[in-house]
């Protein structure tokens, strides 16, 4: 959840998300926020205010009836007239046409800006799960410590993950296809729920459900659909798989990461997202040893005991938080 | 008849505690951690009374809210959170039952506050007090803000449907519908009752 909000706030989001529908927000994972005394006060005032709202009859609230709706492009219209009417006797014409140009220069910056969208910066601090949407109610999720930028224009909706983990499900929409960029890869849909992680150059597509396209810099092309994966390493070679189980690949989104035989390296990778301190390796031989285990609840140091329990693995954490793995 | 569900769903609450003389070190928090624990049994057990799945989880958050409603006498009071839990669910279960046979609109009860339905005169007085207050604080709201408000919280429209009707984006509409909300909050809070 965004950092910028009170805990007020974000009790009245999930409250309404909760109440309204809007999303796949679930009271799963109301209750899962509903983790600390602060929390739980927070949502039980926002209800209860809710709940008391009941006692205002409606039609004593007035509500004069809106002004028409404002055109977005209608500022930039309005410019127009203004700067025309500046009076024009010495330099005349020119002056004219040189103010004429530049309207058609503002009115053309700002219809190209309004079609490809301003780019917004969002990102998940370390520890959360940060959720947003788009206008048309498409929802994004960022896993612990990634980066996206959004450009979401009238005829565009494109986001560049610029690193770790997001999850997608995209409202259908065959005017404005919906595209993730992620190091020189693109990935198209028209409306679908799937999965983009970056780690490093590493990066993988999967499909919950849906059907997308994955392109890379050498116009290599595939198409994934339902539990459909792409795996591209530094190379940008698409290698798909088909019958996976993607739900395990978006655990993430309830707080749990599922690692199957995967190379030591690979799982610090993917703990630093959690964790704020370097995570290093002493010996190499440990970075290729195979990991299988859930990671949950942010909890690195633990994750770290258990894998250490199971491989004989020792680590160590510095006083400065940092954690050396021999 | 709305009135008289809200007295059963109330006398329900209090009747799923198993009240003693002796008090436990029960506290909120403790009570919305069992609950969040057992909340797939508890789903489970709900489906006997309940197949629409959206319908249960409406009636879990109703659970819950009825819940964080409780102070923490009535908390301390529980002898056995688990089956405390298990009971007001049921409760609802068989009240939501009652409800759809009757035929009678879920939103007069769905969210309606316990404290609503006591005659007690001080209580009546604060209620009273209360809609003062928020008619006040609707008042103080910009126009789109209020209008977006009313039109969501008492005319029941969904917030994309409130959207529609404004010509705004939805994000528009949640953060006019959580700024109303939240002004209402603060108003509410600045009374002392």
Redesign the interface.
Known sequence: MATDMTI??EA??RF?R?????DDY???D???W????EK?DA??????????????N?E?????P?AS?SDPLQPALNVEPSLMSIPTPIIGQFRNRLLGGFVTLVILAITITSYIGLPTRHHANIGEIYRF?L???SQIMLESNSQVTVYDGWGNRTVELISGSAYFDIVTNKDKPFRVLVNGITTTVLGTQFNVTRLGSDINIAVKEGRVQVENGNNDLVILQDNEVVAIGQRQMLSKQSNMDVDRLMEWRNGSIHFDNAPFEAVVARLQNYYAYPIQFVNPSTREKLVSGTFNHNDVPGFLAAVSELTGVQFEQASSGSIIIH | MGSLIQKQAFYHLINASPMTTATTSLDRTELIRIFREILPNIRASVRKYISNQDDIDDLLHDALLKILELNQQQIRNIENPEGFLYTVVKNLSIDNNKKAANNISSNNIALESLTSATTEPDKLLHSRQDMQILKQALSELPQKCRQAFVLHRFKNMPQKAVAEEMGLSLNSIERYIMKAHLHCLVKLRGQVH
């Open positions: 007020e706030q009245a989001e309404y909760v109440k309204d529908r809007n679930k009271i799963d109301l209750m899962a509903l983790d600390t005394p739980i949502y039980a005032e926002v209800a209860k205010s809710w709940g008391k709202l009941n006692s205002v409606p004593e609230v007035a509500t004069p809106l709706t949407a206008d048309d109610n």
